[in-house]
């Protein structure tokens, strides 16, 4: 399959779509009549560059090439995937598919960014409708994961599946929506939402500051990560989910909402919404906003991703389809880290914290262990190394969105012993701070040093030779 992706449509979802798919190594052809398309994808771009890699703590993929192209044709000849992200309007999408059908190759998949619409009315009257599903994002698409893979009965189970192969390739999470219904799942969610935020405005009852502020500080940290039942299921206690609706159900008899209905949409709620929606960015710019959406998503997702869980487990398995396999056998040093530095692990001097040095090359001796031997599942199995003594030399600050790589050479592998030696490095090539390391065999069972399982010697040695013609790092500092 060819890693060629067309994005017909360029603006907030499009380019979303465009920076998912170029971060992750894919060419991408864009056609868009905006004659400002170019300008607003680029702004999209320099957003995800900034923050898509620093959910991971390994270099991205070779970034994919992008072609903007005078027309629909020449978009999608030859591309594996089409993502269309047009204005929700069905005789524009009806149009594009025509133009798309002429062009595209059989075994392409055409996915559908629509919020709203039913696969089966926008295949109508295609020519290829089995190859349509909708793939509707969620904004930023470069950073959230979830996207909603509805089909219909027109698509055979093959496309549904190579689309879930795809998705889950580029990061995302395909939620695979079983029946046709307006809205898929999650914007009926949002819907009920706004509604009911839209009435309290209408009733004088709360501002948009004040609802948002309602959903940050309280259940929205808790759907972030456990979503709405399991959050309840907590909620019911040691009975479960049971209980919590036999407590709770009855409420649902009383008039505590109107997401039945909405206030009308005139325009002084019009301009009371808008007005107090600039009050509450507070001079930011879109642009600033973003940023600091993109920072918060990001600090969110890494702390999940250190528990390894609900979107957290999602970046680590992506992120293990992209780490290099490093030879153990080579008279050259490891390139043992290779990253971007994350904005999460800055302090109030506006720098990385040294702690997080400590981190990088901690980090990096899991990768020199991996690459002997010393793995999840020799872990798994009852030995590992623990680290007994670590100086790190400071030489030049680091800052959120810095790469860095790590270039770690094996210094000493006797028995039990183990002592290798860390260089950081800026992208231009500036030693940054070094770290010498001590590590110690160890039983899991017992948490006392022991020897190394005789494979995992014999490569231990193996390395060492290697590395022995190397010269001493420690008289390198440039």
Not at 19 to 46: M, Q, S
Not at 108 to 115: E, L, P, R, Y
Not at 168 to 187: M, N, Q, Y
Not at 225 to 235: D, H, K, S, V
Request: charge should be negative.
């Amino acid at each position: 399959m060819t890693k060629t992706a067309a994005i017909i449509g360029g603006g907030v979802i499009g380019g979303g779509w465009l920076a998912r798919f170029v971060l992750n190594g894919w060419d991408v052809r864009v056609f868009d009549p905006d004659p400002e398309a170019a300008r607003k994808i680029d702004a999209v771009l320099a957003n995800a560059r900034r923050a898509f890699p620093m959910l991971y703590d390994t270099a991205l993929p070779t970034e994919g090439n992008i072609t903007f192209c005078d027309t629909i044709g020449d978009a999608v000849t030859g591309a594996s995937w089409v993502q269309e992200s047009v204005p929700e309007r069905l005789d524009m999408k009806h149009a594009v598919y025509q133009e798309i059908a002429k062009s595209v190759v059989s075994a392409a998949i055409i996915g559908s960014s629509t919020s709203g619409f039913k696969p089966s009315e926008l295949q109508d009257g295609m020519d290829c409708a089995a190859q349509l599903v909708v793939t509707h994002p969620f904004n930023p698409v470069y950073l959230l994961p979830l996207i909603e893979l509805v089909p219909s009965a027109q698509n055979p189970t093959e496309i549904v599946d190579r689309a879930k192969t795809i998705l889950t390739s580029l990061g995302l999470f395909p939620l695979h929506v079983r029946k046709e219904i307006d809205a898929h799942i999650a914007d009926r969610f949002l819907e009920a939402v706004w509604r009911e935020g839209l009435w309290l405005i209408n009733d004088g009852i709360a501002t948009t500051e004040e609802i948002d502020n309602a959903i940050r500080y309280g259940f929205g940290l808790r759907w972030a990560q456990m979503g709405l039942f399991e959050t309840y299921r907590i909620a019911g206690g040691e009975a479960g989910m049971k209980h919590f609706i036999a407590q709770f159900g009855p409420c649902l008899k009383w008039p505590w909402t109107k997401l039945m209905d909405v206030p009308e949409l005139t325009d002084e709620l019009v301009d009371t919404i808008g007005a107090q929606s600039d009050d509450q960015a507070d001079g930011k710019s879109i642009r600033e906003l973003e940023r600091l959406r993109d920072d918060n998503l990001v600090a969110m997702m890494r702390a999940l991703k250190g528990q390894d869980s609900a979107a957290g487990a999602l970046i680590n398995t992506h992120e293990k389809s992209f780490r290099p396999t490093i030879d153990a056998t080579q008279a050259t040093p490891v390139v043992s880290a290779n990253r971007i530095i994350p904005v999460d692990w800055t302090d109030y001097n506006g720098h990385m914290n040294e702690s997080r040095y400590g981190q990088v090359f901690s980090d990096a001796a899991d990768v020199m262990m991996s690459a002997v031997g010393a793995d999840e599942t020799y872990v798994a199995n009852g030995h590992s190394f623990f680290t007994v003594d670590i100086h790190i030399q400071f030489i030049k600050e680091t800052h959120a969105g810095d790469t860095i790589s790590v270039q770690s050479q094996l210094l000493e592998a006797k028995g039990k012993k183990l002592r290798l030696h860390h260089r950081m490095l800026a992208a231009d090539g500036t030693l940054l701070a070094t770290g010498e390391q001590l590590l110690i065999h160890v039983s899991l069972e017992t948490r006392r040093a022991c020897e190394p399982q005789p494979e995992l010697a014999e490569n231990l040695a193996t390395m060492a030779a290697a590395h022995a013609a190397l010269p001493d790092p420690k008289q390198t500092r440039g």
